[in-house]
Antibody, heavy 120, light 106 residues
Framework: EVQLVESGGGLVKPGGSLRLSCTAS????????MNWVRQAPGKGLEWVSS????????YYADSMKGRFTISRDNAKNSLFLQMNSLRAEDTAVYYC?????????????WGQGTLVTVSS | DIQMTQSPSSVSASVGDRVTITCRAS??????LAWYQQKPGKAPKLLIY???SLQSGVPSRFSGSGSGTDFTLTISSLQPEDFATYYC?????????FGQGTKLEI
């Protein structure tokens, strides 16, 4: 069974840092692009970042550039999101999502999400 | 950035009804569009990709159509488990963007 499990969320003060992890199982992790998508409380979905299967190609939403860093460890089937200079507006559930098996950057499946709360 | 606009933002319907949700892109995206379903407290689930292809395991009452800038998601006969929020997503170019969501309520 394909599974994605996020961890690392929690409460952090404005200006602080947090590192999220996503552990994958049930598929060949090194063959798939991976993504982070977030959802602020009561709001819609917002794409955060994508990384290619080898890690060679990386993309960010403008509001995260320079503050967030996506990375992966294919040997450990793990995806990461290093978040620095956190702001209140970064408060959200952060989901990791695999690129679909079908051609195109569709997100499937998704993890259960990890909540990040930025507050003093 | 490509803006995705869904309508309506919410819709009330009954079991057995036919419902259509629309999604408009601010520029042409050919067929690089997906639809997701999200239930409260759960992760989104891929329903439709490439505008009209049904994801494996998704009931055939769900269908998608459109290309260019205008797209629709249709549920032919609503079932109780379909009451959820639906999002469109463009995968034509970075940054990928989602519509604001359509909440389907009883």
């Amino acid at each position: 069974e394909v599974q994605l499990v996020e961890s690392g969320g929690g409460l952090v003060k404005p200006g602080g840092s947090l590192r999220l992890s996503c552990t994958a199982s049930g598929f060949t992790f090194s063959s798939y692009s991976m993504n982070w998508v977030r959802q602020a409380p009561g709001k819609g979905l917002e794409w955060v970042s994508s990384i290619s299967s080898s890690g060679s190609y990386i993309y960010y939403a403008d509001s995260m550039k320079g503050r967030f860093t996506i990375s992966r460890d294919n040997a450990k089937n793990s995806l990461f999101l290093q978040m620095n200079s956190l702001r209140a507006e970064d408060t959200a559930v952060y989901y990791c999502a695999r690129r679909s098996t079908y051609y195109g950057d569709w997100f499937d499946p998704w993890g259960q999400g990890t909540l990040v709360t930025v507050s003093s | 950035d490509i803006q995705m606009t869904q309508s309506p933002s919410s819709v009330s319907a009954s079991v057995g009804d036919r419902v259509t949700i629309t999604c408009r892109a601010s520029q042409g995206i050919t067929s690089w569009l997906a639809w997701y379903q999200q239930k409260p407290g759960k992760a989104p689930k891929l329903l439709i990709y490439a505008a009209s292809s049904l994801q494996s395991g998704v009931p055939s009452r769900f269908s998608g159509s459109g290309s260019g800038t205008d797209f629709t998601l249709t549920i032919s006969s609503l079932q109780p488990e379909d009451f959820a929020t639906y999002y469109c997503q463009q995968a034509n170019s970075f940054p990928y963007t989602f519509g604001q969501g359509t909440k389907l309520e009883i």
